[in-house]
């Protein structure tokens, strides 16, 4: 399978993870958020699954996954494991302070006209604009952007990977990311496009969601300089998600649409 088959296939799995019924959640999960060790390693699973953090559906393709290392500089993970029902990938850290370890893509969907016919595409915005022909016409497209990331931190905190990149969708962890800690107040700040987004909602679900029957959803929304300052819940793991816009169209959207979401995982530890 060539590289950029793989890069669509990524795309597209991603974005129906996002936009799919919220039973089916992809997620990334560290072994551990911080480790204290002169050779520190950690082990990420991938999957998407019904059971929060429960391996029951099928794997998530790790193919993308970037790790940011603690001076901000970006490079590809490889090695990762496709196994039936999760991925595994297994990382070092060379470097003492806190990585970024993230999968983004751009999904595109649209059709367009030619010789009178109408044709559908899917991809990415590479394989799309090599896809569409000259001489198409009454083109249409959406594009739907995903981020889905984690942190880890080996040996002491830094900030260096937690930078935005002020494109799509981003988190901005106020409060350090593998800093959080039950009864503590913690601050997050959501921008999209390097713009802070007031009033946007997004919600932590605990682990644990097959031993406690119910979801136990915590809702938040950001205050009007797109912050939300908010008393950390018991210890446990979390997954945070957000999307925009908050109502989602149905199907590919009106042509030029761009959707967004976000999804991360977190550990809260005891004070």
Same mark, same amino acid.
């Given at each position: ?32 958020? @911080? ?17 929060? @953090?429960?391996?029951?559906?099928? +794997? ?5 996954? #970037? ?10 993970? #490889? ?66 952007? #995903? ?5 880890? #931190? ?22 350090? +990311? ?17 713009? +802070?987004?007031?009033?946007?909602? @997004? ?7 097959? @031993? ?25 793991? =979390? ?15 009106? +042509?030029?649409?761009?959707? =967004?979401? =976000? ?9």
């Amino acid at each position: 399978m060539n590289h950029l088959v793989k890069k669509t296939i990524l795309s597209l799995a991603l974005a129906s993870v996002s936009f799919a019924a919220s039973a089916h959640r992809g997620w990334m999960l560290p072994s551990t958020g @911080f480790v204290e060790k002169e050779e520190a390693w950690v082990t990420i699973d991938g999957a998407i699954s019904e059971g929060l @953090f429960e391996f029951d559906h099928m +794997p998530l393709r790790m193919d993308g996954v #970037t790790v940011t290392d603690p001076d901000g500089a970006t490079t590809p993970a #490889t090695g990762a494991v496709l196994g039936k029902v999760r991925s595994t990938l297994d990382l070092r850290l060379p470097k003492d302070g806190t990585y970024r370890i993230a999968m983004v893509s751009n999904n595109v969907m649209g059709s367009y006209k030619l010789n009178g016919e109408e044709k559908r595409f899917r991809g990415t915005e590479q394989s799309v604009a090599k896809e569409i022909p000259a001489g198409a016409t009454d083109v249409k497209k959406s594009t739907t952007h #995903t981020r889905m990331e984690t942190f880890v #931190t080996a040996n002491k905190l830094s900030t260096g990977a937690l930078k935005p990149s002020g494109e799509g969708l981003e988190l901005v962890p106020v409060t350090h +990311p593998n800093d959080l800690r039950a009864g503590e107040t913690a601050k997050f700040r959501f921008q999209l496009d390097g713009k +802070p987004l007031p009033n946007f909602p @997004f919600s932590l679900v605990p682990a644990g969601v097959k @031993f406690r029957g119910t979801i136990n959803e915590i809702r938040l929304t950001t205050d009007a300089k797109g912050e939300a300052s908010f008393k950390l819940p018991e210890p446990n793991r =979390y997954w945070m998600s957000a999307k925009y816009p908050v109502e989602q169209p149905k199907g590919p959207g009106e +042509p030029g649409s761009r959707r =967004y979401a =976000y999804s991360a995982t977190f550990e809260i530890l005891p004070e």
